[in-house]
């Protein structure tokens, strides 16, 4: 009914968005408007990924279901993957579904286990054990090319799966870095981290000192200048380890960068 | 990776399995991983549809959400359909994807709003408000032909969506009827709902005491006879609206009988 056409698989120079949004973004319903309005408008092919950790951590607190962060990440026991699967898989995702096909965009819900898109292995234990957590090992693009071609829309939750039946807690920067990397043999990728700051900033509360362009000379000069720290590292690791793997460039900044109507956004190349 | 190929699409006679799994099934861990097993077993292709009710109630419950139900039908206002979403869309979707995987069935979860597979409309209020609950309007055949075509296994919950942004709670035995109408244009279907009972039952404590076979007449001498009443009169309400919308046959019983191991279900045909 709306599938679309697009020109046949495997053309060289096909453009693909992947588009990751923030946690800020999709836990306020407006902004989450936005940014679906945003999404829905780029030309296909697309994808979109999201997570959903502030959410995830309200509904364990209503469940009684402590929340354990080490730097940042999720210690994830079996009440806490059910938890995430729940709110990624279940709330966030289908009505992230539901907003797109209302605004004409043909996007099926997925998590790493539908169609074996995104296998993981369980993080091994070393100083801490993170439980339930997935290492990304392999992506599969070519099913994934295959919905594209049909004029599907995935939108990805940060959940992946070990091929055994175990559903598995992944980073969302990571999932689409992957997804990035995994598609960028049949695609020309531009990956987009979309959050609430316009892109990397050389003062943090200024959204106009937006470094616009950063290629790997201006990466090691910035973090020589500790202008790239705290959460923005993991972040700037993950594009430049997209970049290296084939990603044709990653943009970062909020959502109207997507159709550039707003040119203050970072640009990553190598 | 794991997809497989089927014979080209629209060929007359292609066989396909539609199988609704029971509440009671799902709800028992060792239960539900048999019949994973049956099904995963079956050859392609085939889909499944699930609902949830008693893990929904469960959830509601320790969020302190009041769980209302008229003639066995839930009262889903906003708290409600996003709890449904959670555990339909979220909790048990996802670990039936994951547990198909497992045994290298290529599933894809669904809610109706995935791919716009079911259109449905909020019911309109009559004598009782069921609120964000959905009748079915339409199912996108060509979509989930395309999907079964390339291998994939689509996994449905008992969700489906207006096409305006809204979810919709949707009986599953419904949604199973009308999956199995609409693909009955291009696959001759078998229609299959699993359950904790062995059929349609002469004495319903007795599994022995099956009817293996049903028609037209033959129903409307069991209803007569008042051994149709309860729970199964809507399930064979489906059945025979099923049966009038073209498709081949349905199935009432145990998951054995998705291999015919055991002759002890239901065949209802026209």
Same mark, same amino acid.
């Given at each position: ?22 946690? /800020? ?5 407006? #902004?989450? =408007? ?14 979109? *990924? ?7 951590? =309200? ?11 080490? /730097? ?28 797109? =096909?209302?605004? #004409? ?33 392999? *992506? ?6 295959? $919905? ?17 039946? =175990? ?11 992957? $997804? ?29 000192? *937006? *470094?616009?362009?950063? /290629? ?55």
């Amino acid at each position: 009914m709306k599938t679309k056409s697009v020109p046949p698989s495997g053309a060289r120079g096909l453009k693909l968005n992947i588009v990751k949004v923030g946690g /800020n973004i999709i836990e306020k319903e407006e #902004d989450l =408007q936005n940014f679906l309005d945003a999404f829905a408008a780029l030309p296909e092919p697309k994808i979109l *990924v999201h997570g959903g950790g502030k959410l995830a951590s =309200q509904l364990a607190e209503r469940l009684n279901i402590p929340v354990n962060m080490v /730097n940042g990440r999720r210690i994830t026991d079996a009440e806490t993957v059910e938890v995430i699967t729940m709110v990624y898989g279940g709330k966030v995702n289908k009505s992230i579904v539901a907003g797109l =096909q209302a605004r #004409d965009c043909n996007a099926i819900g997925f998590s790493g286990a539908d169609g074996n898109a995104i296998l993981s292995v369980k993080r091994p234990v070393k100083d801490i054990d993170f439980g339930f957590v997935g290492d990304v090992v392999a *992506v599969d693009a070519a099913m994934i090319h295959n $919905l594209l071609s049909i004029g599907i829309t995935p939108a990805f939750c940060a959940i992946t799966h070990d091929g055994k039946g =175990q559903l598995l807690n992944t980073n969302a920067d990571t999932i689409a870095c992957e $997804l990035a990397i995994g598609l960028s043999e049949k695609y020309e990728v531009t990956l987009n981290y979309c959050f609430e700051k316009a892109g990397v900033l050389l003062d943090i509360n200024n959204d106009n000192s *937006v *470094v616009k362009d950063i /290629n790997s000379d201006k990466y090691a000069e910035l973090l020589n200048e500790k202008i790239i720290a705290d959460g923005m590292l993991p972040k700037m690791e993950n594009c430049f380890y997209a970049l290296k793997g084939g990603v044709h460039k990653v943009h970062l900044g909020k959502p109207e960068m997507l159709h550039h109507t707003n040119a203050n956004f970072t640009t990553l190349r190598l």
